[in-house]
C-alpha cells in the first residue's frame, strides 16, 4: 500500500470515530428520538464522506458501522446502507466545497419553526454571534433525491447562517467539519426554545444591523482562544 493510499485509509478511520461519536452528542444534547437524525464529515481531498448508517439504533452506533459514500451518494466501503439522507449531505458536498460536516435533526423546537415555516428572528446575541442574522427557512422537498440538498444549497448561499430550517422537516446545519456542524445543531435547538419562549411572554425586540454585524465578526475572529 502506497503512503498516500496509507493516509487515506487513516483519514476515513479516524473520520468513522469522530463521526460516531459526534452522534452521541445529538443523543445527550435531546436532539434526535429513535434513529431519526445524522451527522456526516467530508474526506478532505477525496469525493468521499462518512454517514451514519439508514434506521439503526444509536446504541448500535460505532465506528465501524459508520458508512462511506462517494459525493452521489453512492456506497463505497461499509456493510449497512447509507442513511435516508445521504443524497441532500452528497449535494451540499458537491456544491459547497467550504463545508467539511453536515448534520440533520428533528430538535423539538427548531422543527416547530420549521412547521410554521418562519425564520427565527435575529433578537439575541447568540444568535448574531453563531448565525449572522435570521436563522432562514429552506422550501419543502420530499426525501428520496436530491431535492433537499438543492433547498439547502440555495437558502444558505443567500445567508450567513449555519443552520437553516427546511420546511415541514426540521433543521440541517452545516461547518468547517462535522464538530462545528453538530454545535450549531446544538445551538439553533437551544436559540429556538428560548425565542419560542420569548414570544409566550411578549413581543421580541430585534437588534441592529450594524451590532448583528460587529457581533457576528468579533465571535467568529476574535471570540476564543486563537
Known sequence: MTSARADVRETIARLRRTVAELHGELTRNGLVSW??????????DRDLMVIKPSGVSYDELGEHTMVVTDLSGELVEGDLAPS????????????MPEVGGVVH??????TAWAARGVPIPCVLTMIADEF???IPVGPFALIGDDSIGRGIVDTLRASRSPAVLMRNHGPFTVGKDARAA???AVLVEDVARTVHIAHQLGDVLALDREDIDR????????YGQR
Do not use: E, I, M
Not at 457581533?215 to 476574535?222: A, I, T
Open 84 to 95: 435516508s439522507d445521504t443524497a441532500a449531505h452528497a449535494y451540499v458536498y458537491r456544491h
Open 35 to 44: 434513529t431519526a437524525g445524522n451527522v456526516s464529515a467530508r474526506v478532505p
Open 182 to 184: 453538530v454545535k450549531a
Open 132 to 134: 449572522g442574522g435570521d
Open 215 to 222: 457581533l457576528h465578526h468579533r465571535y467568529q475572529n476574535v
Open 105 to 110: 435533526t428533528h430538535s423539538t423546537y427548531a
